[in-house]
């Protein structure tokens, strides 16, 4: 028979399966950082159409922040046609959004198809604002003409586009200032929100934060921008449980990091049903019409005679 604890993980396995941080876009892009693709950038022969994409895609650092909404100056982001995005950007409340995309051509500011013998082909980008404040695109991998190449811009009028901000992000005096949710704490003012649950908060998923020397909560390695996430409950007994992920980024020198909280003493108990601070000491507990068990951890069915006691009422 499998013990009560190990059947309490193996629930929790069970529970956290279909729960996957990679199914939203907001958390499993890839960078953009291409400083020739700013708006700014002179021409060069740049052109994305040997470029495969795949998935979701947000610009970052050098290369700006989001598409542009408007036609940039032909001959510009690095290529001899920009590409921009029409019909504008998202809010948070729209979801994921169709843009067609635009590309400056000869005295055309948004030639948005391909000719290409009977057929004219439209190209079409998918948008999402994240509720950080950035905007993630789905690209199309494109067909016809070099050269073209998406094109992006630095939009400072926003500090949240570029924000790490995983939940909500508010522009205050002109710096990114992560928000969370009603009843959701914001962890140690970093760029993730939660802190450890309750126990009637069930299973939670918690950002895992690496330290580094330029910032308290770090998810962006080399170029590579990556959110990993644990699972995490509290359960009856006063203790806390985890699911690790697989890191998406294998580096030296980290480790994922442990402390010992001494305020609370059901933190270091075996219990199985509920635990209290008894004079620094952890005391199991039961619910209603269970009683504890000679191992002082686990409870057992009331009962007189071998018979349960429910019986006899």
């Not at 009560?4 to 279909?18: E, T």
């Not at 009856?236 to 980024?249: D, E, L, R, S, T």
């Amino acid at each position: 028979m499998i013990d009560a604890r190990y059947q309490v993980l193996f629930l929790l396995g069970v529970l956290w399966a279909p729960v996957r941080a990679n199914d939203d876009p907001c958390h499993s892009y890839q960078p953009i950082t291409d400083e020739w693709r700013n708006i700014n950038y002179g021409q060069k022969y740049f052109c994305d159409i040997t470029h495969r994409w795949h998935g979701w895609y947000r610009f970052m650092g050098r290369a700006g922040n989001k598409m542009p909404d408007s036609a940039p100056s032909q001959r510009h982001c690095g290529t001899s046609y920009p590409i921009w995005l029409s019909g504008g950007h998202p809010k948070v409340s729209n979801g994921i959004v169709s843009r067609r995309l635009c590309t400056y051509y000869s005295s055309y500011t948004c030639t948005t198809s391909s000719q290409h013998g009977a057929f004219q082909v439209y190209e079409y980008a998918k948008v999402k604002k994240c509720p950080g404040g950035y905007y993630v695109y789905q690209l199309p991998n494109l067909q016809f003409t070099c050269n073209r190449a998406f094109c992006a811009v630095k939009d400072t009028s926003d500090p949240c586009l570029d924000s790490n901000c995983t939940y909500g992000c508010v522009n205050q005096n002109g710096q990114a200032q992560c928000t969370c949710p009603a009843n959701v704490l914001n962890s140690n003012r970093n760029q993730s929100c939660g802190g450890h649950p309750t126990v009637k908060d069930g299973i939670v998923k918690r950002n895992i934060c690496t330290r580094s020397s330029s910032s308290r909560c770090s998810c962006y390695f080399n170029s590579h921008t990556t959110f990993d996430y644990a699972m995490v409950r509290k359960c009856p007994g006063g203790y806390y449980v985890y699911k690790f992920p697989q890191f998406q980024w294998q580096y030296c020198h980290v480790n994922i990091c442990g402390v010992t909280d001494t305020s609370d003493p059901c933190l270091n108990s075996t219990c199985t049903h509920g635990c209290t601070g008894d004079k620094g000491s952890p005391v199991c507990t039961c619910p209603r019409n269970l009683v504890l068990a000679e191992d002082k951890n686990t409870c057992s069915n009331i009962s007189v005679l071998g018979f349960p006691y429910a019986l006899c009422l």
